[in-house]
């Protein structure tokens, strides 16, 4: 079946620093989500992309959907201590407006901010 | 809005006993749930997608006789790992699509931290 490598695996930042991750699939997909979850919580979606080249902000977060379609990454600008969490990137071969397709989701990207 | 809730939110259970998992949908509608199960440090594996109405669709691996599901309206789902083991201890977490969104977007419950001892 389908699977994604994100990347990195973990990342030990300073407070302010700027944090990009992506993730890779050997196969395209439709639809790419990025979501946040915290210890002991479930994930929270940040992100969801639809289209081949889209990019979207939330805040100081901002991800896009890779052209070949294999592809997405996020970035979190100046970051700060809330941030801390791992981060994960879910690929759906579901389409915007059509049919549902269950989620495959990456290994997840732990943060670590220090103050 | 799209709020999914999980209860109870943990449980510690003895060798051989069943446990019932719900998820709900608090403001809106859901004809489906999904079924996840999350070991430490590990990601999200799709256990099972709930079908308002009908049968769950069980992933490769996952004994539907031992993780009964039932979706009896747009709104809840329970997981019941029945005859509960050790290696069954995990955490697990539900998802639902607004049904009629047309997008792909799921929203998790905050999970149920499931202890067998």
């Known amino acids: 079946g389908q699977q994604l490598n994100q990347s990195p695996q973990s990342m030990f930042i300073q407070e302010g620093e700027d944090v990009s991750m992506n993730c890779t699939s050997s196969?395209?997909?439709?639809?790419w989500l990025w979501y946040k979850q915290e210890p002991g919580e479930g994930p929270v979606l940040l992100i969801a992309l639809y289209k081949a080249g889209e990019l979207t902000s939330n805040g100081r977060l901002t991800a896009q959907f890779g052209i070949t379609r294999k592809d997405s990454f996020l970035n979190i600008s100046a970051s700060i201590p809330s941030d801390v969490g791992i981060y994960f990137c879910?690929?759906?071969?579901?389409?915007?407006?059509?049919?549902?397709?269950?989620?495959?989701f990456g290994k997840g990207t732990k943060l670590s901010v220090k103050p | 809005g799209a709020v999914v809730s999980q209860h109870p939110s943990w449980v510690i259970c003895k060798s051989g006993t069943s446990v019932k998992i719900e998820c709900r949908s608090l403001?809106?509608?859901?004809?489906?749930m999904f079924w996840y199960r999350q070991f430490p440090k590990q990601s999200l594996m799709l256990m099972a997608t709930?079908?308002?109405?009908?049968?769950?669709?069980?992933e490769q691996g996952v004994e539907k006789d031992k993780f009964l599901i039932n979706h009896a309206s747009l709104t809840l789902s329970t997981l019941t790992v029945t005859s509960a083991h050790p290696e069954d201890s995990s955490f697990y977490i539900c998802?639902?699509?607004?049904?009629?969104?047309?997008?792909?977007?799921?929203?998790f419950g905050p999970g149920t931290r499931l202890t067998v001892l």
């Open positions: 709930s079908n308002e109405g009908s049968k769950a669709t069980y």
């Open positions: 196969s395209i997909f439709n639809t």
């Open positions: 998802s639902a699509s607004p049904s009629g969104s047309g997008n792909n977007e799921q929203f």
């Open positions: 403001d809106f509608q859901a004809t489906t």
């Open positions: 879910a690929g759906s071969l579901g389409i915007y407006g059509g049919s549902q397709g269950n989620l495959i």
